[in-house]
């Protein structure tokens, strides 16, 4: 899920702008906060690439953990930065959203050599 939105939002950084409140008075993405985003958007789509391509074990819990590293960092750097409490709060849930069904995911995937 998260490659398939940081691959839309890389291509429509409104997406992520407008609830973050980083648009123009018209609503619009201006050219500078679209640099900005895009790489954010990619980062998310490589990093979700890499959870859904690692094989269980060391590779995919690395995956998960720069994931989940990514989002937490994301959770603070946002929840401080952005303009208005709602949506400060709203990027920090969001954020910590993601971090942890990427952690459940981690934790509830089964382990390479378990008897079950």
Do not use: E, K, N
Not at 7 to 26: E, F, K, M, N
Not at 32 to 60: E, F, K, N, S, Y
Request: charged share 10%; with cysteine; glycine share 14%.
């Amino acid at each position: 899920m998260t490659c398939v939105y940081g691959i839309a939002t890389a291509y429509r950084p409104g997406l992520l702008a407008r609830p973050s409140g980083l648009v123009d008075p018209q609503g619009g993405t201006g050219p500078h906060t679209a640099i900005v985003v895009r790489p954010l958007a990619w980062r998310d789509a490589v990093t979700g690439l890499a959870m859904v391509l690692a094989p269980q074990g060391p590779a995919l819990a690395t995956a998960t953990a720069v994931r989940i590293a990514s989002d937490v960092g994301d959770a603070l750097l946002l929840s401080g930065t952005l303009p208005g409490r709602f949506r400060r709060a709203g990027a920090a849930v969001t954020a910590l959203g993601w971090a942890a069904a990427a952690t459940a995911g981690l934790v509830g995937s089964p382990r390479t050599g378990d008897a079950s």
